[in-house]
């Protein structure tokens, strides 16, 4: 079974900084897509960042510059490099993953994880 966990949150001041890691588990032979999704309180769940198997790279506006997000592949990992954090940075994370097949040939269209809480806050 494909599962995703993610790591790194917590609480950091505003101007600061977060490394926010996501690990895929399940006998993996290849993820496509992986990406970090953002739900702050009241709103809805929104893309913050997206990497391709390839290393291709697409962000929100409101983080262009500020975040950075990276993959391992041999590790099924993805990161998010958090910078120059705002108050309107707080959020619930999660990461996703797109088209993941197993060494048993398993296919499955996307998966998500429980989320990380990330608080900017003085």
């Known amino acids: 079974q494909v599962q995703l966990v993610e790591s790194g949150g917590g609480l950091v001041q505003p101007g600061g900084s977060l490394r926010l890691s996501c690990a895929a588990s399940g006998s993996i032979f290849s993820i496509n897509a992986m990406g970090w999704y953002r739900q702050a309180p009241g709103k809805q769940r929104e893309l913050v960042a997206v990497i391709s198997s390839g290393g291709t790279t697409n962000y929100a506006d409101s983080v262009k510059g500020r975040f950075t997000i990276s993959r391992d592949n041999a590790k099924n990992t993805v990161y998010l490099q958090m910078n120059s954090l705002k108050p309107e940075d707080t959020a619930v994370y999660y990461c996703?993953?797109?088209?993941?097949?197993?060494?048993?040939?398993?296919?499955?269209?996307?998966?998500w994880g429980k989320g990380t809480l990330v608080t900017v806050s003085s």
């Open positions: 996703h993953a797109e088209k993941v097949v197993t060494i048993t040939g398993f296919y499955g269209m996307e998966y």
